[in-house]
């Protein structure tokens, strides 16, 4: 069984003292939950990650500012190259945040036509004005569940989704849904983090650990790898490429954590601070994610991959 070190368990003593453990592992994640954290952060995002709306972790390995902004473009520069390689026409991106992706790949490629959908109507609204600004008429930009969208089957050459597939209630529903919207051969391109270790083999406080950066994130329960990949499979998706991108989003979820670490280094403090509303809970709990991270995949709990699967099977 892997043994959580002595310094995560000093946090999570003192995140016990702001918040409590108990009540933060008991919080139930629902569609609403997910709509609210995201309300709540999306003004923190684009003052401390990205000005340009940026939602993702950059791959990168090196912890400069320059690294960072750069390394938030290779997620939609790989997009556009496959987009160009396999002569794609019409795109959806599940879970678009602010935008960001798709109104890069919409720019650069007017002659494909783009569909964004995101389950958080402030997200939308915040897109469809950048859209319109940019005069983007190959871009679409649509509140929705990516569990039941309006679409008709095989509407899409090419769906891609950015670390929001996390974000699932039932991953063999969002796979199946993605399935239906995918043409005969196409494409299906995913970034997002998995459980790699199951709990039977954590102790304790790693299993807390693993439950409160859930819940900091909105995610319910990060799909164990093994299982998605087999659902995937198992529905008529065929794994064309996977790489493991853990190390490469390590240096940023380090500079993370030393913020997270800074705002309880004194608990009792921020938590007297939070009572006198003067610091924002959803940016304080968002933190608590910024401590426990590299913890996690450091100790390989937590994996980031990215996979490239194509539709095989017309019956599932």
């Not at 069984?1 to 918040?19: C, G, H, T, W």
């Not at 003004?43 to 000005?51: A, I």
């Not at 929001?164 to 995918?182: F, G, W």
């Amino acid at each position: 069984m892997l043994s959580a070190p002595l310094s995560l368990r000093n946090y999570l003593e003192k995140i016990d003292q702001v918040f409590g453990l108990q009540q933060l592992k008991t919080t139930e994640v629902t569609h609403q939950f997910t709509q609210e954290y995201y309300r709540e952060t999306g003004k923190y995002y684009r003052w401390l990650h990205s000005p340009d709306g940026a939602m993702h972790f950059p791959l990168h390995t090196n912890p400069s500012r320059k690294a960072h902004r750069e390394g938030l473009y290779r997620h939609p520069l790989s997009i556009l190259s496959f987009i160009k390689k396999h002569s794609i026409k019409e795109v959806l991106e599940l879970g678009c945040g602010q935008g960001f992706n798709s109104l890069f790949l919409a720019e650069h490629l007017p002659a494909v036509r783009f569909t964004a959908i995101d389950l958080t109507p402030a997200n939308i609204e915040r897109a469809q004005a950048k859209a319109r600004a940019k005069n983007l008429v190959n871009l679409e930009f649509r509140q929705g569940d990516f569990n039941a969208l309006p679409y008709p089957d095989a509407q899409f050459d090419f769906i891609f989704a950015i670390e929001c597939l996390c974000h699932s209630q039932d991953h063999s529903q969002t796979l199946c849904e993605i399935y239906r919207l995918l043409a005969s051969r196409g494409y299906l391109l995913v970034y997002d983090g998995y459980q790699e270790k199951p709990n039977e083999q954590l102790d304790l406080d790693w299993q807390l650990a693993n439950e409160i950066f859930s819940v900091a994130f909105a995610v319910k329960q990060f799909a164990p790898w093994p299982e998605w990949h087999q659902i995937a499979c198992r529905i008529g998706l065929e794994m064309l490429e996977e790489v493991d991108y853990s190390q490469a989003i390590l240096p940023n979820l380090q500079r993370f954590q030393e913020g997270g670490m800074k705002v309880f280094q004194y608990p009792l403090l921020t938590k007297l601070l939070l009572q006198l509303r003067l610091f924002p809970t959803a940016l304080i709990k968002h933190s608590i994610a910024g401590i426990v991270a590299p913890f996690l995949m450091e100790a390989g709990i937590i994996g980031y991959h990215k996979t490239v699967m194509r539709k095989v099977s017309e019956s599932h």
